[in-house]
């Protein structure tokens, strides 16, 4: 098959373990710059070019689409399903996994178990809203962070209405969010494919730290999961509509909460602490999904 990664970054181990893997399996694979595509729109014959030449008889694509570029990036997931061609991930499953509310929103409604959240656009009334989710200790977080960057604790209803009203006063989003503190500072990566949880480890923050991200400092293991928790990370990424997710819970005493269902999992954290190789096992679900036709997006927004 013919297979494109729409990633910015041919050297980043995620794209390069992608490339090798599907080569292996004697594909033909090419990392393609999302940014630097431009596209045609038109009812009868979409296209998309790329330095200078059309891009064609792509089999299947897979995006890698960093939070920076999601507006664009997804207008090109976009047109391939247009082409026809087969998305891994499709567009509008990453846009809706890209906005924090709009996801926790849906997944409650499915009755995905998750710390009690609130958000507001307002500042006028944040002592109510910090008592609708229980009051300190307080998680709050930007909407758009990532990395742990933007994930504060506060300690007192003091401190958690002078952060919240910092971030407002910068314009930011915030969610603030039960402080689940049993978790112990870690957390639990369930990387799905398809309809299963094919790798999952634990991260731990640093000493001190509540933020388990690695990019934090955490450090991961391998880690069994209960069936409680895999149905749950199942059922949040197929909620979301994501094939490929990473799926972060929390384990509290009243069983897994989930933080975030990411649709473009890293494969250098997982694929070290489970010595799995998950790049090959994402082209393999390729090889039994790609049919023409696959494309369930296709003519939606
Ligand atoms: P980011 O998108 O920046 O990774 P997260 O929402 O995943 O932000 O939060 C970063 C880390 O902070 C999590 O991996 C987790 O370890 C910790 N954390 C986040 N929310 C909570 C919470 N409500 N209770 C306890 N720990 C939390
Ligand atoms: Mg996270």
Known sequence: MKIAILSRNPKLYSTRRLVEAGEELGHEIQVIDPLRCYMTIASQRPTIHYKGEELKDFDAIIPRIGASVTFYGTAVVRQ??????????????????????????????????????????????????????GGAP????????TQGIGVVLAETNKAAESVIEAFRGLRENILVQEFIKEAGGADIRCFIIGDKVVAAMKRQGK??????????????????????????????????????????????????????????????????????DVAAQIIQFIEKQAKPGKTKTRGKG
């Open 138 to 145: 307080l998680v709050i977080k930007l909407l758009e962070g």
């Open 207 to 276: 000493e001190g730290e509540f933020r388990s991200n690695l990019h934090r400092g955490g450090s991961a293991t391998i880690v069994r999961l209960t069936p409680e928790e895999r149905s749950t990370a199942i059922r949040a990424a197929r909620i979301m509509g994501l094939s490929v997710a990473g799926v972060d819970l929390l384990r509290s005493n009243h069983g897994p909460v989930i933080m975030e269902v990411n649709s473009s999992p890293g494969l250098e954290g997982i694929e070290l602490a489970t010595e799995k």
């Open 80 to 133: 391939f399903e247009m082409m026809n061609v087969y998305s891994v991930n499709e567009s509008v499953a990453i846009s809706r996994s890209r906005d924090k509310l709009r996801s926790m929103q849906l997944l409650a409604r499915k009755g995905i178990g998750m710390p009690v959240t609130g958000f507001a656009h307002s500042t006028k009334y944040t002592n109510d809203l910090i008592d609708m989710v």
